[in-house]
């Protein structure tokens, strides 16, 4: 049973604009999330991460934000510029446990 | 560092052939993870090591899959005998300190996009 799950497949934006995505999970013992991002034929590569105790993290045009009650994660791109088109998976961990990653949603931004 | 690297890049086979795929990890990184991709089921962990023992391998699918670690710098995963369903693309990674610590992350290799006729 999927317990990270990314339920929009994929996202169209225009440059300039934002480009939101979403996760959700079911595991209320995670505490440690994290962001990857993926191009072709490459593998992912980390972008951005969030601890439990936090509800933001922000790291220049990326900002995650968190809602425990809603078990809900999501990832803003403002602005978002053509090469962000790729892959974004988001993960979440237990600490000292695995993590576990959602399906993937295809991002792409319209120039 | 050259990053995780993985062979071959491609893999075509036939079903009931044995597959073996290759991983280097990052040097000093003492965890190393096999992942599977698909499009049902996104990033699927097979199979981790802590210093080249396997710690956790209840995400292999079947019996037909194995994984070894001889040393530091080296895995591989097998199938054998492949299947058409075991299509995929699988990735290794590695990390430094460990899963689900905070501040740590997963240096994925580039993937070996495996196809079973």
């Known amino acids: 049973d999927q317990q990270v799950k990314q339920n929009s497949p994929s996202l169209s934006v225009q440059e300039g604009r934002i480009s939101i995505l979403n996760c959700d999970y079911t595991n209320s013992m995670f505490d440690y999330f994290l962001w990857y991002k993926k191009y072709p034929a490459e593998g992912p590569t980390f972008l951005i991460s969030i601890s439990s105790i936090k509800d933001k993290n922000e790291d220049g045009r990326f900002t995650v934000f968190l809602n425990k009650s809603a078990k809900h994660l999501s990832l803003h791109i403002v602005p978002s510029q053509p090469g962000d088109s790729a892959v974004y998976f988001c993960a979440a961990s237990a600490v000292g446990n695995q993590f576990y990653f959602g399906t993937g949603t295809s991002l792409t931004v319209i120039p | 560092d050259a990053g995780v690297i993985q062979s071959p890049r491609h893999e075509v086979t036939e079903m009931g052939q044995e597959v073996t795929l290759r991983c280097k990890p990052i040097s000093g990184h003492d965890y190393l993870f096999w992942y599977r991709q698909t499009m049902m089921r996104g990033l699927e962990l097979l199979i981790y090591?802590?210093?080249?023992?396997?710690?956790?391998d209840s995400g292999m699918p079947e019996d037909r899959f194995s994984a070894k670690m001889p040393n530091a710098s080296f895995s591989t995963l097998k199938i054998q005998p492949s299947e058409p369903r075991d299509s995929a693309v699988y990735f290794c990674a590695s990390s430094f300190s460990g899963q689900g610590a905070p501040g740590d992350t997963q240096y994925f290799g580039p993937g070996t996009r495996l196809t079973v006729l």
């Open positions: 090591f802590n210093n080249n023992v396997p710690i956790d």
